[in-house]
């Protein structure tokens, strides 16, 4: 069975949080230490169940240097989800990201999803930020919130999962269309003949977006 819907993510950081890794760990199942730093964007997908509809989740990870940030900017443009990613042993990752946050709002659709990352938790003794003071950002700034582990998997796949339910819920209620090429969301060529987006009009008095 093909799928339904085609999302696409980008992840954003300092370099060296292990956006790379958590990119490997949920298209690949696995961790590489010592992964090279992203030079530009490197790309990967998956395809996803959500809600009884496959989606493929079309990934962009992006490079974190300040050099390579004009390039970047280039791939924010039609992301339906965001992965703000920071690491929770070194506190200057964490007070970059409402940079971060205003680079992906100003470049992004006003309805993208937007997740923020804690990686390396596995890293507790070490740890510089806890997890109430990045959950407190989050709620502050209307992102949805979680820690991971790139090392062990602890959330990774709840990381997309979690923003692709809400991409697809702001999908049923008309919110994010899918003939908008800005929204992030395309319906696959195998489906736009028989397949017809939802009227925003019918459905978003009956959601909760």
């Not at 809600?51 to 390579?68: C, M, P, S, Y």
């Not at 409402?98 to 100003?106: E, I, M």
């Not at 510089?128 to 090392?151: P, R, T």
Request: proline letters at 2%.
């Amino acid at each position: 069975m093909s799928h339904k819907y085609i999302f696409k993510y980008i992840i954003i950081g300092d370099m060296g949080v292990g956006k790379s890794c958590i990119m490997q760990r949920f298209t690949e199942q696995r961790f590489k230490k010592d992964l090279p730093h992203t030079i530009g964007v490197e790309f990967g997908t998956m395809i996803v169940d959500i809600n009884g509809e496959l989606v493929k989740l079309q990934i962009w990870d992006t490079a974190g240097q300040e050099r390579f940030r004009s390039v970047t900017r280039g791939y924010y443009r039609g992301a339906a989800g965001a992965l703000l990613v920071y690491d929770v042993s070194r506190r200057a990752t964490f007070a970059h990201i409402g940079t971060w946050l205003a680079d992906a709002r100003s470049n992004t659709n006003p309805h993208t999803v937007m997740i923020l990352i804690g990686n390396k938790c596995d890293l507790e003794e070490q740890r510089e930020v806890s997890f109430e003071e990045a959950s407190k950002f989050a709620e502050e700034n209307n992102l949805l919130f979680l820690e991971c582990s790139a090392l062990n998997g602890d959330n990774v796949e709840q990381a997309f999962l979690s923003t692709a339910r809400k991409i697809h819920e702001k999908v049923m209620c008309g919110i994010l269309n899918p003939t908008d090429p800005d929204s992030g969301v395309q319906l696959h060529a195998t489906t736009l003949t028989t397949t017809q987006p939802k009227k925003e009009e019918q459905k978003k008095d009956k959601c909760d977006c």
